[in-house]
């Protein structure tokens, strides 16, 4: 299976030989790869709905709850599941008479050091083409295209390229926060797409957070447990590309990451904010969360993991999902640009500055978030949910999470202002267990 572009291809692989099966990964990580073997058969999906014949919601790996439930995400091959793991990129699966057993690769090379400029070198000139060039790659596979566009430096640079790659129609979508941050995000975006000409499709995300009726979690669908929080929203906007007619979609993804500014040799992961409501089973395991951890991946690894939550559900429907801030030459490109360009995205601004666009569009002075719509999901729908997770919960029963301790911090939350965001870990993880039960 190929993802296929005019230029670099990538690749999983399947080898069938006597006594032995070799599924191999490709370096881009678009869609995970979840297996499992039972007796002599090897399972595979991309979607770990698939596997749910193999599932048990009550054989986990503590490893994996953790670090959901403390929100201390880590790359493995490490699922929720017991004997399901994912292939992560790069790695090979082999299976033989003796089991399933995952090799992960030599950690990717990258640059470790900015470099200095040539006299007389613009890299904003050199961004442009380089970033214009990954996207149109796709401009032989796909006629009509979608953008996803939040209002922020990142979609807004990936939309001007597909304008500039001459496809044959670009269509814009993306969520549109309430409030005042909504009214900006709104203006910002009929800015971008006015500038450009194109058809814009926003769906207000106040009216679809998570837990809402209606919603895959609500109705208890099969779903993955760790899927995004924001899953019903984005939902609405993958049935508007759908509806569309668009064959692939365009995403802003990894462009906070293409522009950090960390040694890849003495990275450091934020502490972990105390959950205090862990059973004794999560609160063991917590020792192990660093544990089986994939090595050095060619995309960084925040971005890896969100193509797991987010682009799953667009090739359920047939569309194939694009980062191209994370095309490989970009990475190459971005980790020699020295800092000052990559701080507060100058670079990505100073292109948007350059074509036109306003300073609101260019530099946002308040950018959207999403918290308000966690808390408006959490106060309004998952609060009952917690109230029946009290009376009957998987996460309860195999001590995960304590009930005297959840409990307390129920009433705490409906006595304050804001529920904590925690909650929402919790809930998910919950309710994503028992849809596959």
């Given at each position: 299976?190929?993802e296929?572009?005019?230029?670099e291809?990538?690749?999983?692989?399947?080898?069938?030989?006597?006594?032995?099966?070799?599924?191999?990964?490709?370096?881009?990580?678009?869609?995970?790869?979840?297996?499992?073997?039972?007796?002599?058969?090897?399972?595979?999906?991309?979607?770990?709905?698939?596997?749910?014949?193999?599932?048990?919601?009550?054989?986990?790996?503590?490893?994996?709850?953790?670090?959901?439930?403390?929100?201390?995400?880590?790359?493995?091959?490490?699922?929720l599941?017991?004997?399901?793991?994912?292939?992560?990129?790069?790695?090979?699966?082999?299976?033989?008479?003796?089991?399933?057993?995952?090799?992960?690769?030599?950690?990717?090379?990258?640059?470790?050091?900015?470099?200095?400029?040539?006299?007389?070198?613009?890299?904003?000139?050199v961004?442009?083409a380089?970033?214009?060039?990954?996207?149109?790659?796709?401009?032989?596979?796909?006629?009509?295209?979608?953008?996803?566009?939040?209002?922020?430096?990142?979609?807004?640079?990936v939309?001007?390229?597909?304008?500039?790659?001459?496809?044959g129609?670009?269509?814009?979508?993306?969520?549109?926060?309430?409030?005042?941050?909504?009214?900006?995000?709104?203006?910002?975006?009929?800015?971008?797409?006015?500038?450009?000409?194109?058809?814009?499709?926003?769906?207000?995300?106040?009216?679809?957070?998570?837990?809402?009726?209606?919603?895959?979690?609500?109705?208890?669908?099969?779903?993955?447990?760790?899927?995004?929080?924001?899953?019903?929203?984005?939902?609405?906007?993958?049935?508007?590309?759908?509806?569309?007619?668009?064959?692939?979609?365009?995403?802003?993804?990894?462009?906070?990451?293409?522009?950090?500014?960390?040694?890849?040799?003495?990275?450091?992961?934020?502490?972990?904010?105390?959950?205090?409501?862990?059973?004794?089973?999560?609160?063991?395991?917590?020792?192990?969360?660093?544990?089986?951890?994939?090595?050095?991946?060619?995309?960084?690894?925040?971005?890896?993991?969100?193509?797991?939550?987010?682009?799953?559900?667009?090739?359920?429907?047939?569309?194939?999902?694009?980062?191209?801030?994370?095309?490989?030459?970009?990475?190459?490109?971005?980790?020699?640009?020295?800092?000052?360009?990559?701080?507060?995205?100058?670079?990505?601004?100073?292109?948007?500055?350059?074509?036109?666009?306003?300073?609101s569009?260019?530099?946002?002075?308040?950018?959207?978030?999403?918290?308000?719509?966690?808390?408006?999901?959490?106060?309004?729908?998952?609060?009952?949910?917690?109230?029946?997770?009290?009376?009957?919960?998987?996460?309860?029963?195999?001590?995960?999470?304590?009930?005297?301790?959840?409990?307390?911090?129920?009433?705490h939350?409906?006595?304050?202002?804001?529920?904590?965001?925690?909650?929402?870990?919790?809930?998910?993880?919950?309710?994503?267990?028992?849809?596959?039960?």
């Open positions: 299976m190929r296929d572009r005019d230029g291809a990538d690749y999983t692989s399947l080898l069938v030989r006597p006594d032995e099966i070799q599924v191999s990964a490709g370096m881009l990580g678009t869609v995970p790869l979840y297996l499992t073997a039972v007796g002599d058969e090897i399972f595979g999906s991309w979607d770990i709905v698939d596997l749910r014949p193999h599932l048990r919601p009550d054989q986990l790996n503590p490893r994996a709850v953790a670090r959901t439930l403390s929100r201390q995400h880590r790359y493995s091959t490490d699922t599941f017991d004997g399901v793991y994912r292939l992560t990129e790069r790695a090979t699966a082999v299976f033989t008479p003796a089991g399933l057993s995952i090799l992960y690769p030599e950690p990717a090379q990258h640059v470790l050091e900015p470099r200095s400029l040539r006299s007389g070198v613009d890299p904003v000139t961004f442009d380089l970033l214009t060039e990954a996207v149109a790659e796709w401009r032989s596979t796909a006629g009509r295209v979608g953008v996803e566009v939040s209002g922020g430096a990142d979609s807004a640079n939309a001007l390229s597909a304008v500039a790659a001459g496809f129609s670009v269509h814009t979508m993306g969520l549109l926060m309430g409030g005042r941050i909504g009214q900006l995000q709104r203006d910002r975006r009929r800015s971008l797409v006015d500038h450009l000409g194109l058809r814009d499709t926003a769906v207000p995300a106040m009216q679809h957070p998570p837990f809402v009726p209606g919603g895959v979690r609500e109705r208890r669908r099969p779903h993955d447990p760790a899927g995004a929080f924001y899953q019903e929203a984005f939902d609405v906007v993958r049935g508007h590309v759908a509806a569309h007619g668009c064959e692939l979609i365009f995403t802003g993804g990894g462009g906070d990451e293409v522009n950090a500014h960390h040694s890849r040799t003495e990275a450091g992961l934020p502490p972990m904010e105390p959950v205090p409501w862990l059973g004794d089973k999560a609160t063991a395991a917590l020792a192990q969360v660093n544990e089986n951890l994939a090595p050095i991946p060619v995309l960084p690894v925040p971005t890896l993991m969100a193509f797991g939550l987010h682009n799953p559900a667009y090739v359920r429907l047939g569309i194939w999902p694009v980062a191209p801030l994370v095309h490989p030459r970009m990475i190459r490109f971005m980790e020699q640009l020295p800092y000052e360009y990559k701080r507060d995205k100058r670079m990505f601004r100073d292109r948007l500055r350059r074509t036109g666009l306003p300073e569009v260019a530099a946002p002075t308040e950018p959207e978030n999403f918290l308000a719509v966690m808390e408006s999901g959490l106060r309004t729908y998952g609060l009952p949910l917690l109230d029946e997770m009290l009376t009957d919960s998987l996460l309860i029963d195999l001590g995960y999470v304590d009930a005297d301790a959840l409990s307390r911090a129920r009433d939350a409906e006595r304050t202002p804001a529920v904590p965001d925690l909650l929402c870990d919790t809930l998910a993880l919950e309710v994503g267990l028992r849809s596959l039960a």
